[in-house]
Protein backbone atom coordinates (compact mmCIF):
# COMPACT_ATOMS: atom_id res chain seq x y z
CA UNK A 1 0.00 0.00 0.00
CA UNK A 2 1.65 3.38 -1.57
CA UNK A 3 1.50 6.66 0.96
CA UNK A 4 0.22 9.41 -0.59
CA UNK A 5 0.90 12.69 0.14
CA UNK A 6 -0.53 15.95 -1.42
CA UNK A 7 2.41 18.33 -2.27
CA UNK A 8 6.26 17.40 -2.42
CA UNK A 9 6.30 20.04 0.62
CA UNK A 10 4.51 17.61 2.49
CA UNK A 11 7.50 15.03 2.35
CA UNK A 12 9.03 17.81 4.36
CA UNK A 13 7.54 16.39 7.42
CA UNK A 14 7.67 12.65 6.70
CA UNK A 15 11.68 12.57 6.66
CA UNK A 16 12.79 9.81 8.58
CA UNK A 17 10.13 7.42 7.72
CA UNK A 18 9.46 4.11 6.51
CA UNK A 19 7.51 4.34 3.32
CA UNK A 20 6.74 0.69 2.74
CA UNK A 21 7.38 -2.61 1.42
CA UNK A 22 6.47 -3.46 -2.00
CA UNK A 23 5.03 -6.78 -3.87
CA UNK A 24 7.08 -9.58 -4.41
CA UNK A 25 8.30 -9.74 -7.90
CA UNK A 26 10.47 -12.61 -9.90
CA UNK A 27 13.62 -11.85 -11.70
CA UNK A 28 12.91 -13.99 -14.85
CA UNK A 29 15.97 -14.92 -17.84
CA UNK A 30 13.63 -13.07 -20.19
CA UNK A 31 14.36 -9.64 -17.98
CA UNK A 32 18.10 -10.52 -17.53
CA UNK A 33 18.65 -10.96 -21.55
CA UNK A 34 16.34 -7.86 -22.08
CA UNK A 35 18.58 -5.84 -19.87
CA UNK A 36 22.14 -7.44 -21.42
CA UNK A 37 20.62 -6.27 -24.95
CA UNK A 38 19.19 -2.59 -23.69
CA UNK A 39 22.74 -2.15 -22.12
CA UNK A 40 25.44 -4.28 -23.69
CA UNK A 41 26.64 -6.19 -20.72
CA UNK A 42 26.54 -9.44 -22.08
CA UNK A 43 28.91 -11.17 -19.57
CA UNK A 44 28.46 -15.12 -19.62
CA UNK A 45 27.31 -15.09 -15.72
CA UNK A 46 24.22 -13.14 -16.79
CA UNK A 47 22.91 -14.72 -20.21
CA UNK A 48 24.84 -18.27 -20.49
CA UNK A 49 22.77 -20.79 -18.40
CA UNK A 50 24.93 -23.58 -18.73
CA UNK A 51 28.03 -22.02 -18.17
CA UNK A 52 26.89 -20.27 -15.06
CA UNK A 53 25.83 -23.46 -13.86
CA UNK A 54 29.59 -24.68 -13.52
CA UNK A 55 30.13 -21.13 -12.27
CA UNK A 56 30.35 -19.39 -9.20
CA UNK A 57 26.72 -19.29 -8.57
CA UNK A 58 25.23 -22.25 -9.83
CA UNK A 59 23.10 -19.87 -11.76
CA UNK A 60 22.47 -16.86 -13.97
CA UNK A 61 22.27 -14.14 -12.05
CA UNK A 62 20.94 -10.59 -13.09
CA UNK A 63 23.08 -7.71 -13.49
CA UNK A 64 23.62 -5.40 -9.80
CA UNK A 65 22.45 -2.32 -12.65
CA UNK A 66 19.04 -4.00 -13.33
CA UNK A 67 18.26 -4.19 -9.97
CA UNK A 68 19.10 -0.68 -9.39
CA UNK A 69 16.98 -0.27 -12.04
CA UNK A 70 13.69 -1.26 -10.16
CA UNK A 71 14.02 1.40 -7.80
CA UNK A 72 11.05 3.50 -9.88
CA UNK A 73 9.12 0.82 -9.32
CA UNK A 74 9.77 0.72 -5.99
CA UNK A 75 8.72 4.14 -5.48
CA UNK A 76 5.82 4.16 -7.24
CA UNK A 77 4.71 1.51 -5.39
CA UNK A 78 5.12 3.03 -2.26
CA UNK A 79 5.00 7.04 -2.38
CA UNK A 80 2.84 8.74 -4.48
CA UNK A 81 2.63 12.43 -4.57
CA UNK A 82 -0.57 13.96 -5.97
CA UNK A 83 0.19 17.30 -6.66
CA UNK A 84 3.91 16.84 -8.55
CA UNK A 85 4.29 17.68 -12.07
CA UNK A 86 7.55 16.24 -12.01
CA UNK A 87 9.22 13.51 -10.55
CA UNK A 88 13.52 13.64 -11.69
CA UNK A 89 16.11 11.44 -10.77
CA UNK A 90 18.89 13.27 -9.10
CA UNK A 91 21.37 10.66 -8.51
CA UNK A 92 22.11 7.83 -6.01
CA UNK A 93 23.93 7.63 -3.15
CA UNK A 94 26.07 4.64 -1.67
CA UNK A 95 24.91 2.42 -3.64
CA UNK A 96 26.13 -1.66 -2.89
CA UNK A 97 25.17 -4.63 -3.87
CA UNK A 98 25.22 -7.64 -0.32
CA UNK A 99 24.07 -10.72 -2.76
CA UNK A 100 23.76 -11.84 -6.20
CA UNK A 101 20.20 -12.13 -7.71
CA UNK A 102 19.82 -15.84 -9.61
CA UNK A 103 17.49 -15.79 -11.94
CA UNK A 104 13.81 -17.13 -10.72
CA UNK A 105 14.90 -15.17 -7.48
CA UNK A 106 12.10 -12.91 -5.91
CA UNK A 107 12.90 -9.18 -5.13
CA UNK A 108 11.05 -6.54 -3.20
CA UNK A 109 11.54 -2.65 -2.01
CA UNK A 110 11.74 -1.54 1.44
CA UNK A 111 11.36 2.37 0.98
CA UNK A 112 12.55 4.74 3.86
CA UNK A 113 12.43 8.17 3.34
CA UNK A 114 15.74 9.57 4.74
CA UNK A 115 15.52 12.83 4.17
CA UNK A 116 13.90 15.71 2.81
CA UNK A 117 14.91 19.37 2.11
CA UNK A 118 13.58 22.40 -0.38
CA UNK A 119 15.23 24.11 -2.99
CA UNK A 120 14.29 26.19 -5.74
CA UNK A 121 13.38 23.84 -7.84
CA UNK A 122 11.25 21.69 -5.66
CA UNK A 123 11.71 19.28 -2.76
CA UNK A 124 14.39 17.28 -2.91
CA UNK A 125 13.86 13.66 -1.34
CA UNK A 126 16.58 11.13 -0.39
CA UNK A 127 15.24 7.64 -0.03
CA UNK A 128 16.76 4.11 1.06
CA UNK A 129 15.74 1.41 -0.61
CA UNK A 130 16.61 -1.81 0.39
CA UNK A 131 16.44 -4.75 -2.42
CA UNK A 132 15.25 -7.55 -0.07
CA UNK A 133 16.46 -10.78 -1.48
CA UNK A 134 13.37 -13.58 -0.92
CA UNK A 135 15.17 -16.20 1.22
CA UNK A 136 18.27 -14.46 2.04
CA UNK A 137 19.19 -12.83 5.28
CA UNK A 138 21.52 -10.43 2.58
CA UNK A 139 20.00 -7.48 0.57
CA UNK A 140 20.39 -7.69 -3.03
CA UNK A 141 20.54 -4.03 -3.33
CA UNK A 142 21.31 -0.75 -1.10
CA UNK A 143 21.01 2.32 -2.27
CA UNK A 144 19.94 5.76 -2.07
CA UNK A 145 18.08 7.68 -4.36
CA UNK A 146 17.66 11.17 -4.59
CA UNK A 147 14.81 12.57 -6.57
CA UNK A 148 13.21 15.98 -6.66
CA UNK A 149 9.95 16.36 -6.94
CA UNK A 150 7.87 19.82 -8.63
Known amino acids: ???HVHSPEDLLTLAGKPMGTTRWQEVDQRQVDAFADATGDRQW???????AEAGPFGATIAHGFLTVSLIPTFLNETVIVEKSTTMVNYGLNKVRF?????????LRGRVDLIGA??????VEATFKITTELHGSQRPACVAEAVIVYS
Do not use: F, K, L, Y
Request: charge should be positive; proline fraction near 12%.
Open 45 to 51: IHIDRER
Open 117 to 122: RQRTTG
Open 98 to 106: PAPVPVGSA
Open 1 to 3: MAI
